[in-house]
């Protein structure tokens, strides 16, 4: 892989690291104290939902610090190894907990009955969102799945080449 391409990869790793704890620290909690200054009836849902928000977006960094791992692995010629299979372990970790929370979220979304402000829209929107995070996270977790019985199976054959040769 072209060194360019790796440096710009890891460019956008780093800046989605930082646009994720901004939204950690900033925009996650005042959004829910803006919600509950407008409608005062989501306070005691507003903790419980920054948590999860908050450790949803832990889930995402873990999975680009485990990424930009797997990149410094392909510039060195060394993704071939036992050690990549590690880093990919903790992209399907990281991606099945988040599919997890979601699963909650939908789950109390749709149990719950959380008052809205307005005609129940909100919460309506909320579930749909859940439930798409959750088909997201499965296909995602699924996908890398696939994607680690392929390197699996090429590290394999490298080593029996390497053998050969």
Do not use: N
């Not at 890891?10 to 407008?38: C, K, M, N, S």
């Not at 599919?99 to 979304?109: D, E, K, N, S, W």
């Amino acid at each position: 892989m072209h060194r360019l391409f790796i440096a710009a990869l890891r460019a956008g790793i780093a800046a989605a690291i930082l646009v994720g704890l901004f939204g950690q620290f900033v925009v996650i909690p005042t959004t829910a104290a803006d919600e509950v200054d407008r409608f005062p009836p989501y306070a005691p849902f507003a903790t419980p939902y920054v948590t999860v928000a908050i450790v949803g977006v832990v889930c995402v960094q873990v999975t680009l610090v485990a990424v930009w791992m797997l990149l410094a692995m392909v510039r060195r010629g060394a993704i071939f190894s036992p050690l990549a299979f590690r880093w990919v372990d903790i992209v399907i970790g990281s991606s099945v907990v988040a599919t997890l929370l979601a699963i909650g979220v939908a789950g109390h979304l749709f149990v719950a009955d959380i008052p809205s402000p307005d005609d129940g829209m909100e919460e309506l929107g909320a579930l749909g969102a859940a439930i798409t995070s959750v088909g997201v996270g499965a296909a995602f977790a699924m996908l890398t799945v696939i994607m680690r019985s392929l390197l699996r199976k090429a590290t394999d054959l490298q080593t029996e080449i390497a053998a050969v040769v």
